[in-house]
């Protein structure tokens, strides 16, 4: 069954107003289905995309989720909708399907696919291969999980397009052609676990990325994560890795600091290690990644140098945004697991205060302790999880409260002195306090912005 026919004219349920939902139902429309989209929250939350919505005749349900959805051929759910959700269960129960919004955008598709996923780094690496991919004028949209949705691109794609898609394990909870042509699982860490049962079904998850590719498809694996390298991942690929070991085995290695690439079994250099702009060890990962996966695609490895050079990351990944009195101020909003956390403390030589917390998904704050010691000078502890990082952490670090991340920013400015650093990198979902983790960053970077001279600090630049 093409797309047309699973879409034209069939009732189309969808679950969240969000991006992803909102582009669903458009791209729906657009081709020729019938859709209904349902969200809990209350009409001052979703004045844009109703807006939206309205303007395209769509016919939509704010405030709870009524039994019409139970009338569609079939539903779409967005990815920050709860799995045990009542009314997904009465679907389920009736055998109406459900199915994610990238299984959804991926019928209109007509080109490749690179999907990045893993639990830290996806953001970067998809940002990175997109990048890349423009700089060798290749026809490209970065896409899912970052920026635009991909229904937004679906329908305007053609056989040369090439969508470089970050994929959440939510997303891929409810998969069932998605293809692939090039699949990476960066690393696999404990995450999610307040959705999951366990680490082994969030891992599961994520291997979902390659259930359905083929021989002549590649699974891109990272040879330094245990989780990755060890695991029983299921697969018809063709598996290649990449490393920061001299293991020229592998697809994309590093010698002698510098990164070389496998190609027809001839290691090529493509870059010094020294001149990836990027900061941090777990780039180092990224770029390994990126590369890897541009070979495939055909990229030369001198238009991936030249990218590497150049590219300074993304917004609210160990972002610097301002230097106040000689205090630096990092935004790592993103870093949304306490792995990411610990990466993130691996970046730093200077000194630095650490504001952490949010809503916890399970994670285990005490390995923080391991990167922190030397370096940590302080913990500022926001959000739900305030109690559980001062269990964790309190009895080796100075661990302080703070109700607001403005309050929690101007507590670290009083502390630090010049030439430390105050470093966001939360740790936690941002959802009890902020719509999502770019809001919380927006929030940081405000906060930031408008600090004033505190009595022992004479000086105050933004840089």
């Not at 229904?151 to 998969?175: C, H, K």
């Not at 990229?299 to 301002?322: D, I, N, Q, Y």
């Not at 922190?372 to 302080?400: P, Y």
């Amino acid at each position: 069954m093409n797309a047309k026919q699973k879409i034209d004219g069939r009732k189309i349920g969808i679950i969240g107003m969000a991006r992803s939902g909102t582009a669903c139902a458009l791209l729906a429309k657009r081709m020729g289905g019938e859709p209904f989209v349902s969200d809990s929250a209350a009409d001052n939350k979703l004045t844009e995309a109703m807006a939206s919505l309205a303007a395209n005749n769509i016919v939509f349900e704010t405030g709870g989720h009524s039994d019409k959805l139970m009338n569609c051929d079939y539903l779409v759910v967005s990815p920050g909708v709860p799995a045990d959700l009542e009314i997904i269960k009465n679907a389920e129960g009736s055998g109406i399907p459900i199915f994610s919004e990238i299984e959804f955008a991926s019928w209109v598709f007509e080109g490749k696919i690179c999907a990045v996923t893993g639990s830290n780094g996806k953001t970067t690496t998809t940002t990175l291969i997109g990048e890349i991919l423009n700089a060798a004028r290749l026809k490209s949209e970065v896409c899912g999980n970052i920026g635009k949705p991909f229904s937004d691109i679906a329908d305007s794609s053609d056989t040369d397009t090439i969508a470089v898609v970050e994929i959440s394990s939510f997303q891929l909870e409810r998969i069932e052609e998605f293809h692939p042509q090039i699949a990476l699982i960066l690393n696999m860490t404990p995450d999610h676990l307040d959705r999951y049962e366990n680490f082994e079904e969030y891992k599961q998850m994520k291997q979902r990325v390659t259930e359905n590719q083929i021989a002549t498809d590649r699974l891109i694996l990272n040879q330094d994560d245990k989780e990755s390298r060890a695991a029983n991942i299921k697969t018809k690929a063709d598996i290649q890795f990449f490393t920061t070991t001299a293991d020229d085995g592998a697809k994309c290695f590093v010698k002698n600091n510098k990164i070389f690439l496998n190609k027809d079994s001839s290691p090529e250099e493509v870059i010094s290690v020294s001149d990836i702009l990027i900061p941090g060890p777990h780039n180092l990962q990224n770029a390994l990644a990126a590369v890897a996966a541009a070979s495939f695609l055909g990229v030369k490895p001198e238009t991936m140098a030249a990218v590497l050079k150049t590219f300074r990351g993304v917004e609210h990944r160990l972002e610097p945004v301002g230097r106040v009195a000689g205090i630096s101020f990092v935004n790592d909003s993103k870093a949304t697991n306490v792995d990411s956390v610990c990466w993130a403390l691996k970046s730093f030589e200077q000194p630095l205060y650490l504001i952490v917390g949010g809503r916890d998904k399970g994670g285990k704050f005490e390995s923080i302790a391991d990167y922190a010691r030397g370096k940590i000078k302080g913990i500022i502890a926001i959000g739900e999880a305030k109690e559980l990082i001062f269990d964790a952490l309190g009895h080796d670090f100075q661990v302080q409260p703070a109700d607001s991340l403005e309050i929690a920013v101007k507590l670290a400015f009083e502390l630090a002195i010049p030439g430390e650093v105050v470093l966001l990198s939360p740790g936690c979902a941002s959802f009890d306090m902020f719509e999502d983790y770019e809001h919380r960053g927006q929030a940081f970077k405000k906060a930031v912005a408008s600090l004033k001279n505190g009595k022992e600090k004479d000086e105050t630049v933004l840089s």
